[in-house]
């Protein structure tokens, strides 16, 4: 919704492992890499270099975007030189690492995203300017491919990965994604400096973040504001506006600590009615309450100036809805998140309850329109959170949502950074 300012949408973190759901005149869209901004006309998409590429399932998605009549090339769409390469080794260690008996399971994906940032940090990795040289790219895999077959056949019996067929399909794979590779962090603070107005597109959120997040149950990369800034090129100071996203409700995927969790019909209901399946796997996302002590974390953590809400049209048909204001700890009230996973799977949510609307708020693009209950909830959610709500989503397509007018005269004249909160 937010492109449409934007002469420029960058992502800076994450891979393949988390999808957006983007509903366009009812044409429903899941873009797991390729930025938001592609379906807009003269704005151009970034994947930065924070972000983990897998060039397969980067080039699948830009084949089916092109199937539907979306101009997706390599001038519309850039690919930073220093984002590291998914290769399937990669795949292949995080699948056998999460069936191994005795691990906690932390629900991956299984598409390598952690194994590839393991790789980075340990500069081992293959970046997307190496992948160009094939040389290079056929001398990486070999070792490679000796190193992590023997890890896997050791510690989990998996089948070795044939480096000649992998460096076939990967050499191929380079000269299809060729076009779209540049220096992105030149171009980003380049549209900046000419006064070009710059979204960059979080993916995942807060709590699933690799410092901030409900450690060990987290992603692997910098999913808050702070990544960025280091996952994009981009200095800290030329973003003006952080804007947090959080759905009415709570949601959660895998394994986790999870304080409003509804273990109920009401949970099963919010999620039918959410359709709350993850975009890329399809596993059914756990449904709670809202978490005011998480939200206001990361407003804390983000420090966002202003809050969306989504899927407000969710809670449409329930008659209360509690929403957790404070947390109680062995008997005590806390002010602080747990650090310890194991910590916020005790706490006691303090609850206060609020009247449901009972009506329809589907597609309802004015404030004055919603009910006097939605109103009064979204005003509670305002108040207690620390951001002033911006905008407010009442159904999946695009056109389904409501901007507060001093939230639309900001974003259209200044750079801004999204983050998700889940």
Not at 104 to 132: F, W
Not at 183 to 193: M, S
Not at 347 to 361: A, D, H, M, R
Not at 388 to 414: C, L, V, Y
């Amino acid at each position: 919704v937010l492109s449409e300012q934007f002469s420029v949408v960058a992502r800076y973190a994450g891979g393949h492992n988390a999808g957006h759901t983007v509903i366009i005149n009812g044409n429903r869209f899941v873009l797991q890499l390729v930025p938001c901004g592609i379906f807009r006309k003269g704005c151009r998409g970034v994947i930065g270099n924070g972000v983990v590429l897998d060039p397969i399932a980067f080039l699948k998605e830009v084949e089916e975007l092109r199937k539907t009549g979306v101009k997706v090339d390599g001038n519309n769409l850039f690919i930073s030189n220093r984002a590291q390469v998914i290769l399937p080794y990669h795949r292949m260690m995080e699948l056998a690492s999460e069936n191994a008996p005795g691990r906690v399971k932390i629900g991956t994906t299984s598409r390598g995203i952690g194994p590839t940032y393991e790789d980075k940090m340990g500069r081992r990795g293959l970046r997307v300017i190496d992948l160009l040289d094939l040389k290079l790219l056929k001398t990486h895999i070999e070792n490679a491919c000796r190193e992590k077959n023997m890890i896997a056949h050791a510690l989990f019996n998996s089948e070795p990965i044939d480096a000649d067929k992998m460096y076939a399909e990967y050499a191929e794979a380079a000269r299809q994604v060729a076009p779209f590779v540049a220096d992105t962090a030149v171009l980003l603070n380049r549209a900046i400096a000419d006064g070009e107005a710059v979204m960059f597109e979080g993916a995942q959120a807060t709590m699933l973040d690799i410092d901030h997040g409900t450690y060990p149950f987290v992603t692997s990369s910098s999913t808050t504001a702070g990544g960025a800034a280091t996952g994009t090129g981009v200095p800290p100071t030329a973003i003006r506006n952080v804007i947090g996203v959080t759905k009415a409700y709570c949601t959660r995927v895998g394994g986790g600590p999870f304080p409003t969790e509804i273990n109920n019909g009401i949970g099963d209901k919010l999620r039918e009615r959410g359709n709350e399946f993850g975009a890329v796997t399809g596993r059914p996302r756990r449904c709670g309450w809202m978490d005011l002590p998480l939200l206001r974390y990361s407003n804390m953590i983000n420090g966002c100036s202003w809050l969306v809400v989504t899927k407000l049209d969710v809670l449409d048909e329930l008659a209360e809805i509690p929403v957790c204001t404070g947390y109680k700890l062995n008997g005590k009230k806390i002010d602080e998140i747990p650090a310890e996973a194991a910590a916020l799977e005790k706490v006691e949510c303090i609850y206060t309850k609020l009247p449901g609307w009972k009506k329809s708020t589907d597609s309802i693009t004015e404030w004055e329109r919603l009910p006097k209950k939605a109103q009064e909830y979204l005003q509670f959610l305002e108040k207690e959170n620390g951001a002033k709500i911006g905008m407010i989503s009442t159904g999946p397509d695009r056109e389904q949502t409501i901007f507060m007018e001093d939230f639309a005269a900001e974003m259209s004249i200044q750079p801004v950074m999204a983050v998700r909160r889940k």
